[in-house]
């Protein structure tokens, strides 16, 4: 699942994750294109928040859209 992002103001922003399934986070600047999954990267997570969840934590600006893409660790996993 892919979720833009933008802040209203300049700051330091934490995102993470809360769920029943191992969850693993990326976060891009954007231009974001799949094809190229580490262009523009910021940040990608596993496990920070605890509980097998991502935390993801960097200064955002304002003028800026942000990608998070969320997906679980396990590829076979299927979230309902």
Do not use: W
């Amino acid at each position: 699942e892919f979720v833009l992002v933008t802040v209203p103001i300049t700051g330091f922003y934490t995102i993470h994750a809360e769920s029943v399934r191992d969850t693993y986070g990326y976060f891009y600047r954007m231009p974001f294109d799949i094809r190229f999954f580490n262009l523009n990267l910021i940040q990608k997570d596993d496990d920070s928040y605890g509980n097998s969840q991502f935390q993801l934590a960097s200064t955002l600006q304002s003028s800026q859209t942000y990608v998070v893409l969320v997906t679980t660790y396990s590829p076979s996993a299927i979230c309902t």
